[in-house]
């Protein structure tokens, strides 16, 4: 059936902010017979389509038409109850009863957006985008340390690798009102213990404070509404009711959420491997690494392991990846623990 | 902070015959021992360092290994000097293979990991070495 392009539904009159970019789907069922077709042309047709439009103050009118093929008007309504109340008032529009359909559909919801990892999120919570300078991390987790609450991130997603400089944290983007944090530990690498020529840490790690008037909700990581598919959007939270004390034995299951490639899951194939940074002389000691999928953007993704349902134990912060996207490396949280100190973080 | 190799140095002491572990495919804890009448000495020692929560409820299997790990904690310790050869992305201890591990970018340095490895002292035997391409930093662009 051709439809007039001057359809008009009782949804766009109150609702066409809330839908841009979003799909409108309905469907209906015949409640009247159709009548035969209007004398008149098209012209007059469409002019009293214009004139159905108080058929709207009606409770569950969802549309009106103008079917130029057919020369007959049509009104959807949720319910075909509906009939009478809308035959009255067509009387009192002047328009015949008897040259317009009246049919029944589904009423028409609006289809907003869903957030994802990319979006603006308040309150904030681990796994969602952060910029800073001309570029984007993952924030891990929110966490308080020494009272001050804020989040951790990866010490290379600050302006120095491995220094303090007070790099400031927006969400998700650059942007006037999109300040998050700003950073206030960040210790540098050691010598002691490394081999000639390099620069260690335990943990790929920095924790900012949190900007005030920015909420956080503690515990709390996003859930992407589905595991290894690259999806970002946000589904729902996983909450953290403990940490691991040490690293995860080789074989065991964990997950990531990241701004990039979202919610991963895979195995753990190495355990404490220390990690040579490349491109740096930088060596990451006793680090975890993953079979699962990773992209540019995924740094200080949340690591975790699911104990039941939605809550799950925290084991780290992902900095790194091989380059074919398929393995993952992240500092565990009893050493991110041990050089930026106690975390509450659930 | 007691990293995994800390723990397990632990569970050593009190089993030296103990090569380090693992979750197997089948979701066991799969534990190296280089004399195999040790599963019972060793799952107590791994349930007391680690708690017996970490033992997973398909239980243990033993597996027999060739070296201790008090042995190859003490190889590693040596193992560090090979970052200084230019393209090395890791070294490990395998718990899955009861072996070290080293990783390269390209696997074209073998034969200057190689010399490097046996200028330590440590058995090229007991070394797997493999290729992993870069580990690099995965933030990116906005």
Redesign the interface.
């Known amino acids: 059936m051709k439809r007039s392009l001057g359809i008009t539904l009782a949804v766009a009159l109150i609702a066409v902010l809330v839908i841009v970019g979003g799909n409108l789907t309905f469907t209906t069922t015949s409640v009247d017979a159709a009548g035969p077709p209007m004398a008149s042309g098209p012209g007059e047709l469409e002019r009293l389509h214009q004139r159905m439009l108080p058929l709207f103050e009606i409770p569950g009118v969802v549309y009106t038409d103008a079917l130029e093929e057919q020369g007959r008007l049509e009104v959807g309504v949720e319910n075909k109850g509906l009939s009478q109340q809308v035959t009255k008032e067509l009387d009192r529009l002047g328009i015949p009863p008897a040259k317009v359909d009246i049919v029944e559909t589904k009423p028409i919801v609006p289809v907003v957006a869903a957030d994802t990892l990319q979006s603006r999120i308040r309150p904030l919570q681990g796994g969602i985008q952060i910029a800073f300078s001309r570029y984007v991390c993952t924030l891990g987790f929110n966490a308080v340390r020494l009272s001050v609450g804020g989040f951790v991130i990866n010490s290379h997603c600050t302006n120095k690798y491995f220094a303090l400089d007070g790099t400031q944290h927006y969400q998700p983007l650059r942007a006037t009102g999109n300040l998050i944090g700003t950073e206030i530990a960040d210790p540098s690498g050691t010598k002691n213990g490394c081999p000639r020529g390099k620069v260690c840490r335990y943990s790929d790690s920095a924790f900012d404070q949190r900007a005030s008037g920015v909420d956080a909700t503690l515990g709390s990581i996003e859930r992407p509404d589905s595991v290894n598919t690259g999806s970002l959007t946000i589904a729902g939270s996983f909450t953290i009711v403990g940490e691991a004390t040490s690293n995860a034995l080789v074989g065991e299951t964990v997950n990531k959420v990241g701004r990039t490639t979202g919610w991963s899951q895979g195995n753990v194939t190495k355990s404490c491997v220390d990690t040579g940074v490349s491109g740096t002389n930088k060596i990451l000691l006793c680090q975890d690494w993953v079979n699962a999928s990773v992209g540019g953007g995924d740094s200080g993704s949340p690591v975790f392991e699911i104990n039941s349902s939605n809550d799950v134990t925290l084991y780290g912060i992902l900095w790194g990846g091989s380059t074919d996207n398929k393995t993952f490396v992240y500092s565990p949280i009893s050493a991110v623990q041990a050089e930026l100190g106690p975390l509450t973080t659930h | ?7 397990l140095i632990e569970v050593a002491r009190r089993v030296p015959a103990f090569g380090g ?5 089948e979701g066991r ?2 534990v190296y021992l280089l004399d195999v009448t040790q599963g019972a000495a060793a799952e107590e020692a791994i349930a007391a360092i680690f708690g017996r929560e ?1 033992i997973p409820r398909g239980g243990t299997r033993v597996l027999q290994g060739r070296y201790s790990f008090l042995q190859l904690e003490e190889w590693y310790g040596r193992l ?2 090979v ?2 050869v230019p393209g ?9 293979n009861n072996r070290l ?1 080293i990783g390269l ?1 390209e696997i074209e340095k073998r034969d200057m990991v190689e010399r490097k490895v046996g200028e330590l002292g440590i058995p090229l035997e007991a070394v797997q070495i493999e290729e ?11």
Do not use: Y
């Open positions: 902070m007691k990293g995994l190799n800390d723990l572990m693992f979750i197997d495919e804890l799969a970490r560090q000097a970052f200084e090395v992305s890791f070294t490990d201890i395998d718990e899955a591990a970018e992993t391409g870069p580990i690099r930093p995965v933030d990116g662009l906005s």
